[in-house]
């Protein structure tokens, strides 16, 4: 089975094709740069971008995989959570497409799509398995039963990680979204000069707080001369500090539930020194660790496909009218009544 994903849930147009036997066959991205001026993303304008690129991006990725609309055999799409306007344009086209092409479609649960995205990479996690999802909009530790099968079991109070990151490297003078201009800086920096607070590390659940990180490096900033070095150790004790808080959180989730497969997902799972850390603490609890392929962290459009395929295979599939579900739990989803 063929099918076509189309992410459009943010900023970032990102279009693939998986098939069931062989992979992602071809897949691109448009990272949108009209909202870095503004500091964050204008919902108005990435609307306007997704509706420019997409349908190029489709053709180009049918090119490359050297395949014609009629190789396709469903289209998955991501329904939500993200901006209303953005969903609505990935929507419209796939359901426009499946209608004209007289093929199934599927809208995709954008966190199910991170979730799966380890499962695009060798060798892949199988169920059931214990996950921390980090990306821009949330930070959750998720026991993972089966497809579509979640439970949450703790999750930040307040700004997701990658919010964090973003907020964190604008202070810093660095360009959005920030994450990965901080991770680069960090390199160069001494992690022991500055010490940040913890918080929430003495509770006993599993729910985060970043807020008062972001506001404690706003003050050390404040206090500090920003040379290049200073910018360098704040930089790398901030990922000391959001490591410590993952792996001592993940630790505890790995003991209450005595699960030894331990999947991190999202955009934040591209981060080098969270990685490791991460693997460190896998390896001391003997446990099974798996990342998403790097290209498929952040947002992208094979793992909307991937996850999709999973559904279609199993005879889900939506109805022709176009719905997006902006605020979307991730666990109301059920899974499919029928296996592969
Ligand atoms: O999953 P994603 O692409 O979008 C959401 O669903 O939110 O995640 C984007 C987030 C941004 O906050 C970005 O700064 C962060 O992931 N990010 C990183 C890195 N790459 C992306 N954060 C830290 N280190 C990175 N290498
Ligand atoms: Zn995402």
């Known amino acids: 089975m063929r099918i076509l994903g189309i992410e459009s849930s943010c900023d970032d147009t990102g279009i693939a094709i998986y098939d069931s036997e062989r992979g992602i066959l071809a897949d691109a991205l448009y990272s949108q740069l009209s909202h870095q001026k503004y500091g964050g993303v204008v919902p108005e304008l990435a609307s306007r971008d997704h509706i420019q690129k997409v349908i190029p991006l489709i053709s180009a990725?049918?090119?490359?995989a050297q395949l014609k609309s009629e190789d396709i055999d469903g289209i998955a799409y991501t329904k939500g959570p993200g901006l209303a306007g953005a969903l609505m344009v990935g929507a419209t086209i796939a359901q426009g497409l499946g209608f004209a092409w007289k093929i199934p479609t599927i809208g995709v649960h954008h966190l199910e799509g991170h979730l799966l995205a380890p499962m695009l990479a060798e060798p892949a996690p199988s169920f059931p398995f214990l996950?921390?999802?980090i990306s821009g909009g949330h930070t959750q530790i998720i026991s993972v039963r089966t497809l579509g099968d979640y439970e949450i079991l703790g999750e930040s109070l307040d700004d997701a990680v990658g919010e964090a990151?973003?907020?964190?490297?604008?202070?810093?003078?660095?360009?959005?979204?920030g994450g990965p201009h901080l991770e680069k800086l960090a390199q160069n920096g001494n992690a022991k000069k500055f010490q940040f607070p913890r918080p929430l590390l003495h509770r006993e659940d599993?729910?985060?707080?970043?807020?008062?990180?972001?506001?404690?490096v706003a003050n050390v900033i404040h206090k500090t001369e920003l040379s290049d070095e200073n910018k360098a150790d704040i930089a790398a004790q901030f990922e000391e500090t959001i490591a410590d808080i993952l792996c001592k959180k993940m630790h505890r989730a790995l003991l209450q539930t005595g699960i030894s497969r331990l999947v991190v997902a999202g955009g934040v799972s591209a981060n080098l020194t969270l990685r490791k850390a991460l693997s460190a603490l896998a390896e001391k609890e003997e446990c099974h660790i798996y990342f998403p392929p790097l290209k498929y962290c952040t947002d992208n459009g094979a793992m909307i496909a991937y996850a999709g395929a999973q559904r279609l295979m199993r005879d889900e599939k939506s109805d022709f009218s176009i719905q997006v579900r902006p605020r979307w739990p991730l666990s109301e989803l059920k899974a499919p009544e029928k296996s592969a």
């Open 61 to 64: 990725v049918l090119e490359a």
């Open 131 to 133: 996950a921390l999802l």
């Open 165 to 177: 990151f973003d907020k964190t490297a604008k202070l810093l003078g660095l360009p959005y979204p």
């Open 206 to 216: 599993l729910n985060f707080s970043f807020s008062g990180l972001k506001t404690h």
